[in-house]
């Protein structure tokens, strides 16, 4: 026996392709949940590190930094030119790893807007290229700080 799609299943089958093909974009434009040689903390976890001493560098544009920044952190910010991919070229991008701490071996934080911001992950990758050895990422950046009712300034 041969049956037919009726109108209503094939509108519901366009209805839920419509929905999937506009939520990809979201999708493909989260970073990454991991990074070779980078530790993924959450704001509890940078919250201590900080309290411990640990410096967090803040990677997003100076108006962003100056309306609101976790307390503490430094400034220093990433022009993103690059393509917003793992496999990123980070010599189209403008970022001075030379404030990072000269000590190599010193811990430091790389934090940014959210997950979907890309200029943390790219700093974090590029803080190990240049031989940090000790890098957290707070993947889920100010975003999560705030939620958290964290000090900002």
Known sequence: MKTSASPRNLFLAAFASLAFL????????????????????????AKSLMDSGVKMYDVRVANEFADMHIKGTISVPYKNNSANTPEFDGSQDVWDVSKLPADKSQPLIIQGNSPIGWRHYKASVLAVKAGHKKVYWLRNGIAEWKAKGLPTE
Do not use: F, Q, R, Y
């Open 22 to 45: 506009s939520a990809a974009p979201v999708l493909a434009n989260e970073t990454p949940s991991t990074v070779k040689g980078v530790e993924i903390i959450d704001s509890a976890k």
